[in-house]
Each structure stands twice: as C-alpha cells, then as structure tokens.
C-alpha cells in the first residue's frame, strides 16, 4: 500500500462519504422568505453603479473603454 | 443533476417567474442538498447554503443562459455558497476561541480518526472543498472543475496540495503517514 493510499483509506474511515436523505424540512417558504426580505441590489451594487456614473461625468472618455469591455 | 428541463420553463424563470422557480426548486433541491452537504457536512450548514444558493440563482437568473444547462448553473452556484458556508465556520470557529486549525490540543492520547479529522478540519476552504469531494466523495475533477469553474489542472494541484497538506498537519499532531 502506497502513502497517497494509506492516507485516503484513513481519511475515509475517519470523514466517511456522506449519504444524503435531502432537507429535513421544506425550504421553499425560506426562499421565498428571502427573496422578498432581501434587497436584489446591495449597497455595493449601488455604490459601484453611482461610482461608475460619477467617474463617467468627469471623465466622459471612460466610455470607451467600458464600451471596449462590452 | 437532472437536466430535462422545460426551455419554457427555463425562460420563464429568466424572467422572473416564481411559479417556474418554485417548479425548478423541487426538481433541484435534493441534487443541490447533497452536492452541498458533501462540501459543508453538516445538515443544518447544508440547508442554510442550499437556501442562499437559490436565492442568488434567483438574483442572478438574468444572468442565466436558458440554453445551457440549469444543473450545471445551479451546482455552480451552490457550490460557491458552500464554499462561503466553510469560510463562515471557519471564522465563527476562530472568534469563539475553538478553531481546531489553532487550538486543538495535541493529540497523544486521541485516536487516529479523530485527528485526521483534526486535520481535515484545519484545511483551508478552497483546499478542503476539494478535497471532500475527490478524495472521500471521489467525484471526478470534471465534474468538480465545472462546479469550481476552474480547470481541471487547477483541481488537481489543489488537491495534491491538500493531500500533502493533510499529511503535514498529521506530522505537526504526530503521525506520520
């Protein structure tokens, strides 16, 4: 038996493969709960979009080079 | 995964359809559990990501190409949620002063199982994703590769890199495999 498998066969008794059932309960109502609790746009998002079009207002070249990425 | 899915359902949800969202979530949800609860092993930890990640696909779902697979997409994006899952853990394990990767006491007189899950545990995120799931669920690197969105090289040195991390840290508890 080589090292690399001694230590998978250890790592195996000792962190088996899982065997999955699937969720206890149903996570659909949580889901839907998040999505209408959670803004779809973060502040990041925001702050990224308002710092993009402040950026493209003083340095209208920028453009360009955002056209270029698209 | 499944992948038989309905083009005008897929549409729809790109779309915003919560009907065709709802019918998606029960296609995928068992899938999407146990990919995640391979990664995360831990049921709670596995249904919160499994959560998170079909909010984001429902955030992202302009984003989603409905000619393309929705398996691959959403296996994709939980897989990115475990991942954060891991790293939550690992920082909650860190500020409650009981992170194995720092604190675990030697292990002399423990058993050998329990410190290579001493060592398991201590890999770090992106080393110990791969790890769980070639090395113990021994899914193929394909198949990883395009969950992690990375090359199948990548996956391979990180889990070389993993295995000799275990190794090292077996070492650092004592063991010498």
């Given at each position: 038996m080589t090292e690399d498998t001694r230590l998978l066969a250890l790592l195996r008794s000792a962190v088996p493969p899982v065997v999955t059932a699937g969720?206890?309960?149903?996570?659909w109502p949580l889901v839907v709960k998040q999505s209408q609790e959670?803004?779809?746009?973060s502040w990041l998002d925001v702050g990224l979009a308002a710092g993009v079009i402040i950026a493209l207002l003083i340095w209208p070249e920028l453009l360009m080079l955002l056209a270029y990425h698209f | 995964m499944p992948d038989e899915v309905d083009g005008d359902l897929l549409e729809r949800f790109a779309h915003g359809d919560q009907d065709a969202f709802e019918s998606l979530f029960r296609q995928f949800e068992h899938e999407v559990y146990g990919w995640i609860l391979r990664i995360v092993r831990d049921a709670n930890a596995a249904e919160d990501a499994l959560v998170e990640a079909f909010w984001r696909a429902y955030r992202g779902r302009a984003r989603f190409?409905?000619?393309?697979?929705f398996g691959a997409w959403m296996r994709r994006i939980a897989t990115n949620a475990a991942l954060d899952q891991l790293r939550v853990a690992r920082r909650d394990a860190l500020r409650l002063g009981n992170d194995t990767s720092r604190s675990?006491?030697?292990?002399?007189?423990?058993s050998l199982r329990e410190s290579i899950q001493i060592a398991f545990g201590r890999l770090p995120p992106k080393l110990h994703i791969v790890a769980a799931l070639?090395?113990?669920?021994?899914?193929s690197y394909a198949e990883i590769a395009e969950a992690l969105d990375l090359p199948i090289g990548t996956v391979k040195s990180r889990v070389f890199r993993a295995t000799r991390a275990l190794r090292e840290e077996l070492a650092r508890l004592g063991i010498r495999v």
């Open positions: 969720p206890s309960r149903d996570l959670r803004p779809e746009w | 190409d409905s000619s393309r697979s675990a006491p030697a292990p002399a007189s423990d070639a090395l113990i669920e021994e899914q």
